[in-house]
C-alpha cells in the first residue's frame, strides 16, 4: 500500500512531472474514487504562494480541469482534481502525427469553450501548450478535452510574482506583446490556442517566432499545405501579432470556428479514425476499481476444538418458575376387587391453574365418534340453551386414567384462611424539643433581650 497523506490521500503511483511538483495517482478514502493529487516539491515563499494561488481556483466546466480540494500534511502540500487517463495532446500527435481537419476543429472547439469560461472568472491561464490539454480516454468515441495546470494562471488586476522584465510560460507558445513585457491579457491565451492549432494539424511545434515576422512584414499569408481556407481564416484572426486586430474573447473565436466548419469537406470512409488510448496504465497490485485490495485472511490449518454439549434446558413454569419434583404416589389399597384396575392417586388440577410436577399426556381417545370439544364443527355448548348444556365426560379424561370405571377421590379441603392482626396506628410527632424546654429556653431568652436594651440606653 502506498503513503497516505493527512489520513485521507493514499499515493498510489507517479502519473506526471511538473514545474513545481509531482502528479500522482491517489485513491480518496473519504470519497471512495481515484483522483490526481500534485504534491509540491519546493517549499520556498514564491513557489508556495503560486501554488495556493492554484488551489484556490474553483470553475466548473467540463473541458476545464481545475483543483478540487487540497490538503497539508507536516511540510509537504497537496491538491486533488480528477483523474484523467488518456494523456495530453502531445501524446495524441506522438500516435498518429497531423490530425485530420475536423477532428481538430471539434478539439479547438472544447478548448475555446472551457477557456470563455476561465476569462469568465478573469482569469489569465498563460500556459496554454499540447501539453497542459489533457485528453480523456474515449477511445475511437467523440473525443474529450479538458484545459488543465493553472500553476502560473492569474485574474486580471493580482499583483504579479515576477518582475516586470521576466517573461513567465513556455518558450514556442508565447504572444509578441508577452515577449515585450506587458500586462497579461485575454488575447494573450488566444495566440496560444492558434498555435496549438497549428501543431495538431501539422504535427509538430510550429515556429512561432518565424510566423510572427512574416505577418509583420508581409501580412497575413496563405493557407499552409493540409489546412482548409476557411479553417486557416480562424487561425490567422487568432494569430495576428497586434493583440487589437486579434479575436478579443474565446466566444467570438469560437462562433467564427462554427461558421468555417460547415464549409469543410465531410470525413470518407476511409478516413481513419482517431483513438484515445488509456495512458496511465494498469493499478498496480493490491488496488483493483474500486479502491485497495484487503488480501483475504487465510483460514486456520489447526482443526476445531470439539465443544463441550450445551446442557439441556431446565424446564420452567409459564411464569417463570422452576418446576417441582411430583407428588408422592397416594398409597395402594390392601384388597382390590378383581378385574378392577385401581388408579393412581393423582390431585385434582384446579381449573385456570398449573399444577407443579403435573404433566399432561400428549393424547387420549375420544368417546366414541364425537368430536372434541375444541375441534372444527363441534357444537359450541356456549350458543346452547342453559338446560341444554351436554355433559362431556371426555373433557375431563386426559387427565384420569385411560379405563372405564372412575374412582371419585374426596374433596380436598381449603386451607383456613389467617387474618393478619391488625397494626396499632402510628403516633406522629412533631420535629423539635419539648414543650417542657422550649417555654423555660424562650423566657431566658426574652429577658437577655431585654437586658440588652437597657443596657444600650445607659450609654
Not at 398409597?331 to 388440577?349: D, F, I, M
Amino acid at each position: 500500500m502506498g503513503e497516505v497523506f493527512a489520513g485521507r490521500y493514499e499515493l498510489i503511483d507517479p502519473i506526471g512531472r511538473g514545474g513545481v511538483g509531482a502528479v500522482w495517482r491517489a485513491w480518496d478514502h473519504r470519497r471512495r474514487r481515484y483522483v490526481a493529487a500534485k504534491v509540491l516539491q519546493q517549499s520556498d515563499a514564491h513557489t508556495l504562494l503560486r501554488f495556493v494561488r492554484e488551489q484556490a481556483l474553483r470553475i466548473e466546466h467540463p473541458h476545464v480541469l481545475a483543483p478540487a480540494s487540497w490538503a497539508a500534511d507536516d511540510d509537504k502540500v497537496l491538491f486533488t482534481m480528477d483523474l484523467v487517463s488518456g494523456g495530453s495532446l502531445a501524446h495524441v500527435i506522438g500516435d498518429y502525427g497531423p490530425l485530420p481537419p475536423r477532428f481538430v476543429c471539434l478539439l479547438l472547439d472544447q478548448l475555446l469553450s472551457g477557456l470563455s469560461t476561465v476569462h469568465a472568472e478573469g482569469v489569465v491561464h498563460r500556459d496554454i501548450k499540447p501539453a497542459n490539454i489533457l485528453m480523456e480516454a474515449t477511445g475511437t468515441g467523440r473525443p474529450h478535452l479538458r484545459l488543465s495546470d493553472f500553476g502560473i494562471s492569474m485574474r486580471k488586476g493580482e499583483p504579479r510574482l515576477t518582475e516586470t522584465n521576466y517573461v513567465v510560460g513556455t518558450p514556442g507558445y508565447f504572444a509578441p506583446e508577452q515577449m515585450m513585457g506587458a500586462e497579461p491579457d485575454f488575447p494573450a491565451d488566444l495566440f496560444a490556442v492558434g498555435l496549438v492549432a497549428l501543431y495538431l494539424l501539422q504535427g509538430q511545434k510550429p515556429d512561432a517566432q518565424a510566423l510572427v515576422e512574416h505577418f509583420a512584414t508581409h501580412g497575413t499569408p496563405g493557407a499552409p499545405e493540409g489546412i482548409p481556407e476557411p479553417l486557416w481564416q480562424v487561425l490567422a484572426g487568432l494569430l495576428q501579432p497586434d493583440p487589437h486586430a486579434r479575436f478579443r474573447t474565446a466566444t467570438g473565436a469560437r462562433k467564427a470556428l462554427t461558421a468555417a466548419v460547415e464549409m469543410l469537406p465531410e470525413a470518407g470512409p476511409d478516413d481513419e479514425p482517431v483513438e484515445v488510448f488509456d495512458q496511465i496504465g494498469p493499478l498496480p497490485v493490491g488496488f483493483g476499481p474500486d479502491g485497495p485490495v484487503r488480501a483475504p485472511q487465510e483460514p486456520s490449518q489447526q482443526p476445531a476444538e470439539p465443544q463441550a454439549p450445551a446442557p439441556p434446558p431446565v424446564s420452567m413454569s409459564e411464569t417463570g418458575s422452576f418446576h417441582l419434583a411430583p407428588p408422592p404416589a397416594a398409597p395402594q389399597p390392601s384388597a382390590a376387587s378383581p378385574g378392577v384396575a385401581t388408579p393412581r392417586q393423582q390431585p385434582h388440577p384446579q381449573p385456570g391453574l398449573r399444577q407443579p410436577g403435573f404433566q399432561q399426556p400428549s393424547a387420549a381417545p375420544y368417546a366414541g365418534d364425537a368430536p372434541p370439544a375444541y375441534a372444527v364443527g363441534a357444537p359450541d355448548p356456549s350458543q346452547a340453551p342453559t338446560s341444554g348444556v351436554p355433559h362431556d365426560p371426555s373433557a375431563t379424561r386426559p387427565y384420569t386414567a385411560q379405563h372405564q370405571q372412575h374412582q371419585q377421590l374426596p374433596p380436598v379441603p381449603a386451607p383456613p384462611v389467617q387474618h393478619a392482626a391488625p397494626h396499632p396506628p402510628v403516633r406522629r410527632t412533631r420535629p423539635g424539643p419539648p414543650p417542657k424546654v422550649a417555654v423555660p429556653v424562650l423566657v431566658v431568652a426574652l429577658i437577655c433581650f431585654a437586658v440588652g436594651i437597657w443596657a444600650l440606653t445607659q450609654i
